[in-house]
Antibody, heavy 123, light 110 residues
Framework: EVQLVESGGGLVQPGRSLRLSCSASGFTFDDHAMHWVRQVPGKGLEWVSSISWNSEFKAYADSVKGRLTISRDNAKKTLYLQMNSLRVEDTALYYC????????????????WGQGILVTVSS | QSVLTQPPSASGTPGQRVTISCSGTSSNVGSSNVYWYQQLPGAAPKLLIYRNNQRPSGVPDRFSGSKSGTSASLAISGLRSQDEADYYCAAWDASLSGPVFGGGTKLTVL
């Protein structure tokens, strides 16, 4: 069974940093591109960032470019999101999501999702 | 303001057929495949339709997708109470160089 489990969220002050992790199991992690998608509670979905299977390609939404960094450790089957210079508007539930096997591009084809982890940025 | 436009709400009675629209532009829906997600209350989103009209295994054939030009639609036939959820469309946007979502449609089964 495919499982994606996010961790590392919490309450943080504006301008501070946080690192999210997404632990994967039940599938061959390095066969898949991975993504982060966020959702302000009660609002819609927003794509945040994507990374190819071998970390060669990365992409970011304009709203997070230069502040958030996606990475992965295939040996540990873990996806990361380093969040620096956090802003109040980064407050959201952050989901990690998997692209299907063989999906070579960053299309919004997310076939498995974690349960999400809440990040609250507030003073 | 979401890049793709969806109606904020839709409703139907059990057994009815409902459709949810998703409107975009030539840089997204008009030039890319459309994907649909279902988000049940308190749950993570789930892929419902990929590549405009393909259903992942396990998704009932009551759900169908279509696309024409810069608009796409999700149809749900034989509406059931468990279909009550938020539905999102998504597509690649060539101008933004990234995926974009619709604002979501809250489906109520009366």
């Amino acid at each position: 069974e495919v499982q994606l489990v996010e961790s590392g969220g919490g309450l943080v002050q504006p301008g501070r940093s946080l690192r999210l992790s997404c632990s994967a199991s039940g599938f061959t992690f390095d066969d898949h591109a991975m993504h982060w998608v966020r959702q302000v509670p009660g609002k819609g979905l927003e794509w945040v960032s994507s990374i190819s299977w071998n970390s060669e390609f990365k992409a970011y939404a304009d709203s997070v470019k230069g502040r958030l960094t996606i990475s992965r450790d295939n040996a540990k089957k873990t996806l990361y999101l380093q969040m620096n210079s956090l802003r109040v508007e980064d407050t959201a539930l952050y989901y990690c999501a998997r692209a299907p096997y063989g999906s070579g591009s960053f299309l919004p084809n997310f076939d498995s999702w974690g349960q999400g982890i809440l990040v609250t940025v507030s003073s | 303001q979401s890049v793709l436009t969806q109606p904020p709400s839709a409703s139907g009675t059990p057994g009815q057929r409902v459709t949810i629209s998703c409107s975009g532009t030539s840089s997204n829906v008009g030039s890319s495949n459309v994907y649909w997600y279902q988000q049940l209350p308190g749950a993570a989103p789930k892929l419902l339709i990929y590549r405009n009209n393909q259903r992942p295994s396990g998704v009932p054939d009551r759900f169908s997708g279509s696309k024409s030009g810069t608009s796409a639609s999700l149809a749900i036939s034989g509406l059931r109470s468990q279909d009550e959820a938020d539905y999102y469309c998504a597509a690649w946007d060539a101008s933004l160089s990234g995926p974009v979502f619709g604002g979501g449609t809250k489906l109520t089964v009366l």
